[in-house]
């Protein structure tokens, strides 16, 4: 079965460089969600998409942007790096997260800023 | 505000010894409850979940968890661990957003379970 894709899987960036992390989700899946997962953290929720348009926000800082396209992948632009935002990046997909769905998670992408 | 909690931060355990981790949620509604396990640089990989019907659910890896509605409570449990079983654990709960009302993943805090031989 088809799987929630991520790429690049890893990443490395110096500061003050800009990223782009992409992900493909499910077929037919219309919502995904991107979470950041710092060094001994819980994942944190930074932004979500439902049909193309954003949904929700979390704790996604104003240098990072994100957009849903027309084909349903996703793209997390992230501008003026910090060795802060060193972390792995989840995306993960669902069908309308209400009652009785779940979401399913790519293998994340490890972004590393040096 | 609406949270998850996982109170057991870092756990050791012996190899055949038994495994309950806790959880709770903190939210009144519907709810749908997720346990994952994450062994080290690795990814998110589902164990369990529960939506509706007998509380207690059966995962991969033997792993069990019990759903007490009255508590909020979502323990993971194992009887007899293995050295393999090292990883992180986390719980995780889908909670609404209070302006839209769609939902997404909330996690706990993580519980860092160490299994020695």
């Known amino acids: 079965a088809a799987g929630v894709i991520q790429s690049p899987r890893h990443l490395i960036k110096e500061k003050r460089e800009t990223a782009t992390l992409k992900c493909y989700p499910i077929?037919?899946?219309?919502?995904v969600y991107w979470y950041q997962q710092g060094p001994g953290q819980d994942p944190q929720f930074l932004i979500s998409?439902?049909?193309?348009?954003?949904?929700d926000k979390g704790s996604i800082p104003d240098r990072f942007s994100a957009q849903q396209f027309s084909d349903y992948h996703s793209e997390l632009n992230m501008s003026s790096l910090e060795l802060g935002d060193s972390a792995l990046y989840f995306c993960?997909?669902?069908?309308?997260?209400?009652?009785?769905?779940?979401?399913?998670f790519g293998q994340g992408t490890r972004l590393t800023v040096v | 505000a609406q949270s998850v909690s996982q109170h057991n931060h870092h756990v050791i355990l012996s190899e055949a010894a038994s495994l309950e981790l806790g959880c709770n949620y903190s939210?009144?509604?519907?709810?749908?409850l997720f346990w994952y396990v994450q062994y080290p640089g690795q990814h998110l990989q589902l164990l369990l979940k529960?939506?509706?019907?007998?509380?207690l659910v059966k995962g991969i890896k033997g792993f069990e968890a019990e759903f007490i509605k009255s508590k909020f409570s979502f323990n993971l449990r194992k009887p007899s661990v293995q050295w393999s079983d090292t990883a992180e654990y986390f719980c995780?709960?889908?909670?609404?957003?209070?302006?839209?009302?769609?939902?997404?993943?909330?996690f706990g805090s993580g519980t860092r379970l160490q299994v020695q031989p």
């Open positions: 529960y939506f509706s019907g007998d509380p």
């Open positions: 993960a997909s669902s069908p309308f997260l209400g009652e009785n769905t779940e979401a399913f």
């Open positions: 077929p037919r899946h219309d919502t």
């Open positions: 939210y009144g509604g519907t709810v749908n």
């Open positions: 995780a709960v889908t909670l609404p957003f209070m302006d839209t009302g769609r939902r997404a993943l909330t």
């Open positions: 998409f439902y049909e193309k348009m954003q949904s």
